[in-house]
């Protein structure tokens, strides 16, 4: 499968405690998206890259998500001392600039913070 | 409020007739549109995209109308099949023709009835 990939599928994890998800993305796109979606809502935009340059992060959601994309290819968003509200579906997408506007989503990553 | 948002949360139609799911949007600086289908459990997977030059595109048993002068958006299904159902979201780019942060609309469900 050459898609658009998220790594784990499934998070379960107590309250304080920092999780960790991966993307890798269509191998030739150079840049990568977050989005966090809530159950019965549109994907929310979070940050991105192009490259390894993240080129907008003002949306993250607070100062406890991070995300890193170091060498350009794969990246991992973070979260620290999870709160319960931060239970959704973290989606990865990525695009090739320059040549095409369509953004391919990955299957997500969903998070249940108990 | 919402940038992007929907008419109708859920639309149901019979197998074989034509489903419109419409959109409405807020933002005049808008000037890219893509229509997403998400079913249940996977990523939203691209249907089709218009930039604000256009106010008709076509595809595969597709159509995306916009009217900027109404801010509005419309997915025309022809032919409806039972794997076209899914939540269907609108988005909306400004500036980037898309390789940004898209702002997605809360999305409408449609079920088609045998």
């Known amino acids: 499968d050459t898609g658009v990939s998220q790594d784990p599928r499934h998070k379960i994890t107590k309250r304080g405690q920092n999780v960790t998800f991966r993307c890798d993305p269509i191998?030739?796109?150079?840049?990568l998206y977050w989005y966090r979606q809530t159950l019965g809502q549109g994907p929310e935009f979070l940050t991105y890259?192009?490259?390894?340059?993240?080129?907008?992060k003002s949306r993250l959601l607070s100062d406890r998500f991070s995300a890193e994309r170091p060498k350009g290819s794969f990246s991992t968003l973070e979260i620290q001392r999870t709160e319960q509200g931060d239970s959704a579906m973290y989606l990865c997408?990525?695009?090739?600039?320059?040549?095409?506007?369509?953004?391919?989503f990955g299957p997500g990553t969903r998070l249940t913070v108990t | 409020g919402e940038s992007v948002g929907l008419h109708l949360p859920t639309l149901s139609v019979q197998e074989g007739d034509n489903s419109i799911i419409n959109c409405a949007y807020s933002?005049?600086?808008?000037?890219?549109f893509i229509w997403y289908k998400q079913e249940s459990g996977k990523g939203p997977q691209f249907i089709i995209d218009?930039?604000?030059?256009?106010d008709k595109r076509q595809g595969q048993r597709v159509t995306v109308l916009l009217n900027k002068t109404v801010k509005h958006l419309s997915l025309q299904i022809a032919a409806t099949q039972p794997g076209d159902s899914a939540v269907y979201f609108c988005?909306?780019?400004?500036?980037?023709?898309?390789?940004?942060?898209?702002?997605f609309g809360k999305g409408t469900h449609l079920i088609i009835q045998p």
């Open positions: 997408a990525s695009s090739l600039a320059w040549t095409s506007n369509e953004q391919y």
């Open positions: 191998s030739e796109h150079n840049r």
């Open positions: 890259f192009q490259n390894e340059a993240q080129l907008e």
């Open positions: 933002n005049s600086a808008s000037d890219y």
């Open positions: 218009i930039r604000s030059n256009m």
């Open positions: 988005a909306e780019n400004i500036g980037g023709g898309g390789a940004d942060g898209l702002t």
